[in-house]
T-cell receptor
């Protein structure tokens, strides 16, 4: 049972435009959410997190939005840069237990 | 946040052999996690390793195949035993700290 889903396996965006990556989850107990970026042959790099008490968290070009009623999470990258091209994973957990990861969305930012 | 040194970064191994992966953390952490990412799939938790107790394995993973050591609060090893080509994956350790989660750089294992 996949509790965290990223339904778009890939996304292509022009440099300078906004990238929006989406994530849905099924477990209403989740209280902590993360986005990770992963380049080929490297481990994931933490990007941004949000706890369930918030609906938005911003860090530079990256903003995560949480809609608890819809069980939906999104990552906005503005403006997108070619160096942002990577696979992005969302993840969720509760009570500092194991993380459940989505299957990833491959972002390609075209120059 | 914590900094993790994971070794080796990659290896090519013969089937039937074993490989031990090490993770060294620059600070003391209670919980360490070992993940696997098979080609084209998301990260899957193998086990949770807490210092001073047996590792807790997720469904589908067993201690005989993936023995884990956690001798202190800054170090852990994962051994992939009696390897087969199906074990070809990226293996990652992760730690939970006060300001979030950190991952090692990963070990890319190819079994031939």
């Amino acid at each position: 049972d996949q509790q965290v889903k990223q339904n778009s396996p890939s996304l292509s965006v022009q440099e300078g435009r906004i990238s929006i990556l989406n994530c849905d989850y099924t477990n209403s107990m989740f209280d902590y959410f993360l986005w990770y970026k992963k380049y080929p042959a490297e481990g994931p790099t933490f990007l941004i997190s949000i706890s369930s008490i918030k609906d938005k968290n911003e860090d530079g070009r990256f903003t995560v939005f949480l809609n608890k009623s819809a069980k939906h999470l999104s990552l906005h990258i503005v403006p997108s840069q070619p160096g942002d091209s990577a696979v992005y994973f969302c993840a969720a957990n509760y009570n500092f237990n194991k993380f459940y990861f989505g299957s990833g969305t491959k972002l390609n930012v075209k120059p | 946040s914590a900094v993790i040194s994971q070794k080796p970064s990659r290896d090519i191994c013969q089937r039937g052999t074993s490989l031990t992966i090490q993770c060294q953390v620059d600070s003391q952490v209670t919980m360490m996690f070992w993940y696997r990412q098979q080609p084209g799939q998301s990260l899957t938790l193998i086990a949770t390793a807490n210092q001073g107790s047996e590792a807790t394995y997720e469904s589908g993973f067993v201690i005989d195949k993936f023995p884990i050591s956690r001798p202190n609060l800054t170090f852990s090893t994962l051994t992939v035993s009696n390897m087969s080509p199906e074990d070809s994956s990226i293996y990652l350790c992760s730690v939970a700290g006060a300001d979030g989660y950190t991952f090692g750089s990963g070990t890319r294992l190819t079994v031939v």
